[in-house]
Each structure stands twice: as structure tokens, then as C-alpha cells.
């Protein structure tokens, strides 16, 4: 069992920066794929970015040129930079991995985003 905790959320203006961070409960070397997902209030969760094992980057368009993503398998974490928030990106954000068959979630970081 993989667990994944999230950190780095919090309350930011609009324009502002927030940096997630995920940290895995063991080598993410091996894993597929991880990523990130939000939820906004009353909407269904949606996908952020997503990196590969081979460091191949997925993002949402909304957000592609606002947010890059990186993992750090020596660390076993996997960052989101996100930049130029607006307060559409308001949400929970959760991190996820993709270990062959399985998939795991963290238990997500809310951000919010002020006008």
C-alpha cells in the first residue's frame, strides 16, 4: 500500500503562486505515471498534470503555460508549480499514482484563490 501526502496548499490572490508538493511512502521509481487532480465545489474531480515514468507531461488546457510538473524519484515526491492562479483554480488538489494495476490517491490540499 502506497500512501501519498499532499502539502503546500493555502489562500493566495489572484496572479499568485502556490507550490504542491506529494510525497510517497516509498520509491515512486517504478510507478507508471503520478499527477495531480482538483475538485472545485460541486464539480467533478479533473485532471491537472500528469508525468510518466519517463518524465512525459500531460496538462489540462485551462492550465497549460500557468503550471509545470515534476517528480523527483531520488526524493520520491512529485511537485506542481502553479502560477498566474485565477480563482477558478479554487479546489482541492490531490495527488495521485499509477503503480502498474493500482491506482492511489492523497487525502488532497485545498487551494483557494482570492480576487
Known amino acids: 500500500q502506497v500512501r501519498l501526502v499532499e502539502s503546500g496548499g493555502g489562500l493566495v490572490q489572484a496572479g499568485g503562486s502556490l507550490r504542491l508538493s506529494c510525497a510517497a511512502s516509498?520509491?515512486?521509481?517504478?510507478?507508471?505515471?503520478m499527477g495531480w487532480y482538483r475538485q472545485a465545489p460541486g464539480k467533478q474531480r479533473e485532471l491537472v498534470a500528469r508525468?510518466?515514468?519517463?518524465?512525459?507531461?500531460a496538462y489540462a488546457a485551462s492550465l497549460k503555460g500557468r503550471v509545470t510538473i515534476s517528480r523527483d524519484n531520488a526524493k520520491n515526491t512529485v511537485s506542481l508549480q502553479m502560477n498566474s492562479l485565477k480563482p477558478e483554480d479554487t479546489g482541492v488538489y490531490y495527488c495521485?499514482?499509477?503503480?502498474?494495476?493500482?491506482?492511489?490517491w492523497g487525502q488532497g490540499t485545498q487551494v483557494t484563490v482570492t480576487v
Open positions: 516509498g520509491s515512486i521509481f517504478s510507478f507508471n505515471a
Open positions: 495521485y499514482a499509477q503503480d502498474g494495476p493500482h491506482d492511489y
Open positions: 508525468i510518466t515514468k519517463l518524465d512525459w507531461t
